[in-house]
Nanobody, 124 residues
């Protein structure tokens, strides 16, 4: 049974940093394409960052490029999202997700498994 458990969300002031974690069980993140999504109130869910397992290729949305970094700790089977220079518009519930496909089209997926999400609130 695949489980993804996010943690690390919270309340932070604008300009601050947070690191989100996604602990995986039932699969190896080193053998799967992984993504971080977010859903802000009243907005569509969006992919903010992703990483392909077979070549380490990364994707970042324009809104977070240069501020967020996605990386994995394969020994811990955990996916991370380092978020720096946070802005109020980064406020959202953040989810990690797995795309088990052999290739990776980050924006189209499809993503097969999802975590429950962790709330990030950035105060201005």
């Amino acid at each position: 049974q695949v489980q993804l458990e996010e943690s690390g969300g919270g309340l932070v002031q604008a300009g601050g940093s947070l690191r989100l974690s996604c602990a995986a069980s039932g699969l190896m993140i080193s053998r799967n394409n992984m993504g971080w999504f977010r859903r802000a109130p009243g907005k569509e869910r969006e992919l903010v960052a992703g990483v392909a397992w077979h070549d380490g290729r990364t994707f970042y949305s324009d809104s977070v490029k240069g501020r967020f970094t996605i990386y994995t700790d394969n020994a811990e089977n955990t996916l991370y999202l380092q978020m720096d220079s946070l802005k109020s518009e980064d406020t959202a519930v953040y989810y990690c997700a797995v795309d088990k496909g052999p290739s990776w089209a980050p924006l189209s997926g499809p993503y097969d498994y999802w975590g429950q999400g962790t709330q990030v609130t950035v105060s201005s």
